[in-house]
């Protein structure tokens, strides 16, 4: 599986609206065959970053998705509205998605 983390510091008047400016994006990408995940979170230290976590399949799935007519439409969307260009995490692992954490377990 690939796995990708990306923060993204997003311009103070584009905070409110980056889930909306990057809703069909993040739709393409979610219905991509080789797609696991695609899950956005926002920063409770910093209002104005949102964390990017994503899964592909494999390698041919991750290059598939960054040669896709939405992904080039993706970036041109998102550039006017970041501060900083983005952080990644961009590693290649033996999972196939999410399992269950051993650790942890709800009680009662």
Excluded: Y
């Excluded at 980056?18 to 910093?46: C, I």
């Excluded at 995490?89 to 709800?106: S, Y």
Aim: aromatic share 10%.
């Amino acid at each position: 599986m690939i796995f990708i983390a990306v923060k993204f510091t997003v311009r103070p008047e584009h905070t409110d609206s980056w889930l909306e400016k990057t809703a069909a994006f993040t739709a393409a990408t979610r219905a991509e065959e080789g797609n696991l995940f695609f899950d956005w979170s926002r920063s409770v230290e910093n209002p104005d970053q949102f964390v990017l976590i994503e899964g592909f399949r494999d390698g041919d799935a991750g290059a598939a998705h960054v040669g896709s007519d939405h992904f080039k439409a993706g970036l041109d969307a998102m550039a006017p509205l970041i501060a900083s260009t983005p952080e990644i995490i961009n590693a290649d692992i033996p999972n196939e998605g999410w399992g269950a954490m051993g650790e942890l377990a709800p009680q009662g």
